[in-house]
């Protein structure tokens, strides 16, 4: 009897141990939190949207608009690279969960080089903008296009120390397939900032007026 005890202990355990870890739901507590943040964040950039979509209109005569600074090629080129982005963090998800070491770490760093190269070219068009005259001040139009556009793109600057976070962790060997939800979640957020983008340079670019 006392030998059944000690070979039932580990798997009571065991099953103790991941009812901490997951809600009701089957959802881990980690990946809930998540979800609930990303809803906070999107009644954030709601209200960061609607106030640029009150305020695009109040410039003055002589004011500068959407219409003498926005390169929508540029732009465009920009979104496609953080678009590719979510394919590539795609990739990384799945090559962690089938064991993948080498493929994870090749596309986690992919995908932070692309997000680089998206707030790159976010600052190039911020200096281009301020040199024409646009500053966060100028007039209603700018500051709500400052506050959104730079608002995400710090968005994207988390998201990109995230993922070397997760590159380091997978150089000391602390990212194997038991941690892929851990990728996962990270992937989650990454999404979401891609998504949010897409609305963004939807209202913002294709529809300046």
């Known amino acids: ?36 943040f990303l809803g ?9 949207i609607s106030t640029y979509m009150f305020n695009k209109g109040r410039i003055g005569p002589n004011d500068i608009g959407p ?20 394919l590539t963090m795609v990739f990384a998800v799945s090559a962690v969960a089938r064991g993948d070491i080498r493929g994870n770490r090749i596309w986690l760093a992919t995908t932070a080089a692309l997000g680089a190269t998206f707030v790159a070219g976010q ?14 001040t100028t ?9 959104l556009t730079g608002f995400h793109g710090a968005h994207v600057t988390i998201g990109i120390i995230m993922l070397m976070s997760l590159f380091v962790m997978s150089m000391r060997g602390n990212l194997g397939p038991e941690r892929a939800e851990t990728v996962e979640i ?14 963004i340079f939807t209202i913002v670019y ?4």
């Open 206 to 209: 294709l529809f300046p007026q």
């Open 123 to 136: 600052v190039y068009e911020f200096t281009a903008f301020y040199s024409e005259g646009l500053g966060f």
């Open 186 to 199: 990270i992937g989650l957020y990454w999404h979401f900032v891609d998504v949010v983008w897409i609305v």
């Open 67 to 86: 219409s003498d600074l926005f390169d929508i090629p540029f732009t465009s080129v920009s979104s496609f690279v953080l678009l590719m982005s979510s």
């Open 1 to 36: 009897m006392d030998d059944t005890l000690t070979a039932e202990t580990p798997a009571t355990e065991a099953a103790s141990h991941a009812e901490e870890h997951h809600t009701s739901t089957g959802i881990s507590n980690e990946k809930l939190a998540m979800w609930v």
């Open 139 to 147: 007039n209603l139009f700018g500051s709500a296009f400052y506050a």
């Open 40 to 48: 906070s964040e999107c009644l954030l950039f709601g209200g960061l």
